[in-house]
């Protein structure tokens, strides 16, 4: 196993992530206790000691298993990250009572590691708004012990990022972002790294395989990686590309299986980061799986210049084509709903200006109306 240091710990590269516990054959909505303790102990064995769980994964139901599962070991053979589930706006006032509950929850008296979760545009406000405490509460906890190091997690735009650090960067320790070869551009994954390698901040990976859509890749593309290296499965692909990313300090991926535990554990035994000229062939991969369903935006910004509402068409057009790739999912219309109401989509008037100057012909007024739909807002 592949060990990185933070702040004088000795972490595995790869972390276990509990969002996607295995579940029971009888019912996928019950956690398979007994697998997830087979998994544990495979994990331990193999020198995992990271264990990733948050108040809302599995519908609260991953504290209580990790907390069964993990009480059998030596609490100094493992470190645990938890979360402040501020995704929620309702919790905002909520944080002690939380916390204390997730102690209870995981059966533990502190957090090795812990997070304000998924920081974007949707609670950044309330996140940094002073009358919650949350920050006040936290560092508390840290100094009573209760914390031994904190970070946040975030799904926002790097100029959301930016604020958030630029308000309580002296107290994070971490954060935790997500990042993958097809989010490298998708999500604007490489201009976030460059932020927090900025601020010299140890980033964290969640999703780096995508939900599993970098598994299970069409053959073609399936057959250039094993050309290239045939001995190797395609999920190391997604891996090694993280190896090569300046700053990347852990990798947690939700194994909902034995065979992925294993599989994944297999590449960790080594690190063996990719190439200019590897990560070229997942870069053109990603352009053609891209590329279906989705509009060929290229950002010129031609169309913002004729917008009477000035609208941030590109921005609008690049949360459409993710949220169209991913076929659903909460954080783009969480984004949009973030957003001033004469800035979201629905705020389009039709006029076709936009599409007058596009090199691209995109029908945008179109894409205006359905993004709307969508996300009813």
Partial sequence: MIYKEHRNLKLSELGMGCM?????????????????????????????????????????????????????????????????????????????EIFEKQLEKCQVDYFDYYMFHNVCELNVEAYLDPKYGILDYLLEQKRNGRIRHLGFSAHGACDTLRRFLD??????????????????????????????????????????????????????????????????????????????????????????????????????????????????????????????????????????????????IPGLIALYNDHTYTGGGLMVPMAVEAMPENKRPSACIGCQSCEAVCPQNIGISKMMTDFSEIVKL
Avoid at 225 to 231: Q, V, Y
């Fill in 167 to 312: 308000a309580y960067g002296e107290h994070m320790e971490f954060c935790q972002i997500q990042l993958n070869w097809m989010d490298w551009t998708m999500q604007n994954a490489r201009e976030k790294v460059t932020l927090l390698n900025e601020y010299h901040m140890p980033i964290w990976v969640m999703e780096p395989l995508r939900g599993g859509k970098l598994v299970m890749l069409e053959e073609k593309h399936a057959a250039k990686l094993k050309a290239l290296h045939p001995d190797e499965p395609v999920s190391a692909w997604s891996f090694r590309f993280l190896q090569s990313i300046p700053g990347v300090t852990m990798v947690l991926s939700g194994m909902s299986s034995f065979d992925q535990l294993q599989e994944n554990i297999a590449t960790f035994e080594t690190e063996e980061p990719l190439n200019d000229e590897e990560k070229n062939v997942l870069f053109a991969i990603s352009a053609e799986m891209t590329s279906k369903g989705t509009l060929p935006c290229t950002a010129c910004r031609y169309c913002t210049d004729h917008c009477p509402m000035e609208l941030d």
């Fill in 20 to 96: 996607r516990l295995p579940v029971t054959a009888e019912d996928p909505d019950t956690v398979d206790l007994d697998a997830v303790k087979q998994m544990a102990a495979y994990a331990m064995e193999k020198g995992i000691n990271y264990y990733d769980t948050a108040w809302g994964y599995h519908g609260g139901m991953s504290e209580i298993i990790m907390g069964e599962v993990l009480k059998e070991y030596p609490r100094d053979s493992f470190y645990l990250a938890d979360k402040f589930p501020g995704y929620d706006l309702s919790n905002m006032d909520k944080v002690k």
